[in-house]
């Protein structure tokens, strides 16, 4: 059972409601989307096995937050996870999950050994791609049994009906978890500010606890 790696490393977080902690990452290789907005190099890989991969996550000996499976999409290697997770956490390691919320089925799977799930939700209008929220609706109702926020990329092109099918999906299913906007980093700042704000007025008034929070690590230049 081999699992084909992108890069491992660590840093702080950069985006969402843990931003700041220190965590081990392991960046997965390929992604099942293809959103517009998408610039994760993922140009190479090397294939590991899950206790070479612990082995590697073990040469990381200062105090971490958790570890981030992140990608490409992390749970396309979900029988790799399933192998890997009990060793990390045997080595007293928590389990951060940054996903795409798509692949529901894998994440039945991994839901036990998963601490905290940092899930997208892909608004069409953002992504250019087609409508994902049948793939989000069964994704959260399975990720709401641990601790889970959502997070949505927020473009020019963005529009609010895609927020108001976002936030009728958080109040029906998770309705105390948190919807975190992401200004996509590579248009105008100033004239997306005023779309975020109008957004997360609407998000609160809904009765869903919405925070606009860049994503710090491209601001920064961290990885
Ligand atoms: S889900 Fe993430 S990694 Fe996959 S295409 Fe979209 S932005 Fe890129």
């Known amino acids: 059972m081999k699992a084909r790696i992108n890069e ?19 960046r997965f290789f390929d992604c099942n989307l293809s959103c517009s907005y998408c610039d994760t190099k993922l ?11 612990l082995e590697e996550i073990c040469l990381y000996r200062d105090k971490y937050h958790s570890i981030s499976f992140t990608g490409g999409e992390p749970l396309l290697y979900a029988d790799f996870l399933k192998e890997i997770l009990p060793l990390t956490s045997d080595h007293g390691h928590k389990h951060y ?20 799930i940092a899930m997208d939700l ?22 709401s049994k641990k601790e889970v926020f959502l997070k949505a990329i927020i473009c020019q092109a963005t529009y609010e009906e895609d927020l108001r099918q976002a936030l009728a999906i958080i109040k029906e299913i998770s309705p105390s978890s948190v919807l975190v906007l992401q200004p996509n980093s590579y248009e105008n700042q100033t004239v997306l500010h005023t779309k975020l704000q109008n957004f997360k007025e609407i998000g609160n008034q809904e009765g ?11 601001i920064m230049g961290l990885r």
């Open 122 to 143: 892909k608004f069409p209008s953002s992504t250019g791609m087609g409508n994902l929220w049948h793939m989000h609706k069964k994704f959260l109702k399975i990720a």
């Open 43 to 53: 140009d190479r890989f090397t294939e590991y096995e899950p206790k070479e991969l």
């Open 208 to 218: 869903v606890t919405t925070c606009v929070i860049p994503q710090i690590h491209k």
């Open 97 to 116: 999950l940054e996903t795409n919320g798509t692949l529901f089925s894998e994440l039945e799977q991994l839901i036990d050994r998963i601490d905290i």
């Open 8 to 26: 491992i490393f660590d840093s702080v977080q950069g985006e969402g409601l843990y931003l700041g902690e220190k965590q081990i990452f392991v």
